[in-house]
């Protein structure tokens, strides 16, 4: 078995094959880095015309000691519970990296590492890939360790929905009560789901800035979203949806269930009124209250309407994802919603709509990825993990993230000066908010 460099074609017929492949072994992928800087190798290791594994290797330099870092995104697409070929591909791709004068490369591969289900609690008797992780850790790759919180590159916790061989019937039954009716209620509003174009991505880039102001956190520029549209959609990798709000929709629908209230309360009196109807007075009257709280209850919802139409026109948008979709998956990258109307919780159905799109074209999974592994409600983050849980699904959490070294004193020397950089960078972000 030997180690060759392989060009892109034969690489991603190779790769489509193997159950990890992401959006991340893609030559648009490799491209989109690319424009960052990032140099690309389509690796295999092959036996005759038998391919046992492959990689796209991503490189970095590093200008003052003229070396690379290098990185395999998700990690080699390989069996890594066959130590064997484990074996042979790590000592091919040292000599390989340090050919190309490389320092260490990192991996994260897209393999699970305990099954758990929906409340992240460990089933008894699951599948796992223990294994996987101790053939890499005797093959002398460094862990970074079994983190809780999102502080690798990739996600080690994601929130997924099983969605093969599965109807949208199958998943609405999975969802919490609540969520059914969010979505249900969303719908009455008005609230639908569209896919942009390339020129407006500027409206979904002031959707992100305006939820990075919110949770404080620093969004990318313009030219991120326009580059990663330039790469990865005429490969039909990214969507980016839309949640939008037609008032003038909503007011016919509030009208319509007013009506419908106000016609049932009517003939409920009527028919009390003539002994027609078979209800003891404490029910009837309850009822009654119900009805009168309801169309109380509508027509503010109708004064509302008329507010916000006034303020955004007969139409706006609320929020928007964007989504990345390859091999066996949909997965949900990043989003957010406007803060002014963030009561209409349109995140539910975009998601959904996320969902749908996962049954309809026949992918095996929906992913919403990164959530983190602290299940606890003191966690800031256990919200977000209580949102993509009301779903249903499961959490997945995946063997972790590995450096295999090539040059230890450059390593460590390059480990520490990273360290202090991102320091004074967090440092100097947080200085810049406080201003």
């Known amino acids: ?150 502080d690798t590159l990739q996600p080690r916790w994601m929130h997924v929905i099983d969605t093969k061989n599965k109807t949208l019937d199958d998943i609405m039954k999975d969802m919490e009560s609540k969520t059914r009716q969010i979505l249900r209620k969303n719908e009455k509003c008005g609230i639908t789901i569209r896919e942009i174009k390339k020129d407006e991505l500027k409206i979904f880039k002031d959707i992100m800035k305006h939820t990075s102001d919110r949770r404080e956190f620093i969004d990318r520029p313009l030219s991120y979203y326009e580059n990663m549209w330039k790469y990865l959609q005429e490969e039909g990798i990214i969507k980016i949806m839309l949640a939008e709000i037609n008032f003038d929709k909503y007011k016919e629908n509030t009208n319509k269930e007013l009506i419908e209230i106000k016609e049932e309360l009517k003939n409920r009196k009527e028919k ?19 009805d009168e709280e309801s169309i109380d209850r509508l027509n503010k919802q109708l004064e509302k309407i008329k507010e916000y139409k006034k303020e955004y026109g007969k139409k706006t948008t609320l929020g928007g994802i964007l989504f990345l979709i390859y091999g066996n998956e949909v997965l949900s990258l990043l989003g957010g919603s406007e803060a002014k109307l963030m009561q209409f919780q349109s ?70 000066s990273f360290n202090f950089y991102h320091k004074a960078k967090n440092i100097k972000n947080k200085l810049q908010g406080n201003k």
């Open 347 to 416: 995140a539910y159905s975009t998601h959904f709509a996320g969902i749908k799109y996962a049954v309809e074209n026949n992918y095996e999974k929906y992913n919403f990825y990164g959530i983190t592994g602290d299940f606890k409600e003191e966690n800031p983050l256990y919200g977000l993990y209580l949102f993509k849980k009301s779903f249903g699904g499961k959490v997945v959490e995946l063997i972790g993230e590995f450096d295999l070294i090539i040059n230890k004193p450059l390593y460590y020397a390059y480990k520490l």
């Open 272 to 290: 009390y009124e003539k002994n027609m109807l078979k209800m003891n007075e404490k029910k009837y009257k309850q009822k009654n209250k119900q």
């Open 1 to 150: 078995m030997k180690l060759t460099e392989i060009k892109d074609k034969e690489f991603q017929k190779i790769a489509d094959k193997s159950p990890q492949i992401t959006f991340h072994q893609t030559k648009a992928w490799a491209l989109l880095k690319g424009s960052n800087g990032w140099l690309h190798y389509y690796i295999a290791l092959k036996e005759n015309d038998t391919s046992h594994a492959c990689a796209l290797l991503l490189a970095k330099k590093i200008p003052i000691i003229n070396k690379y870092i290098f990185y395999s995104p998700r990690g080699f697409l390989i069996d890594y519970n066959n130590k064997e070929i484990l074996k042979i591909f790590t000592k091919e791709i040292k000599n390989f990296i340090k050919k190309k004068k490389g320092i260490f490369i990192k991996i994260d591969p897209y393999v699970s590492y305990i099954e758990h289900d929906n409340n992240g609690k460990i089933v008894e008797n699951g599948e796992n890939n223990i294994k996987s992780y101790q053939n890499l850790i005797d093959l002398g790759y460094k862990h970074f360790g079994f983190n809780l919180m999102q």
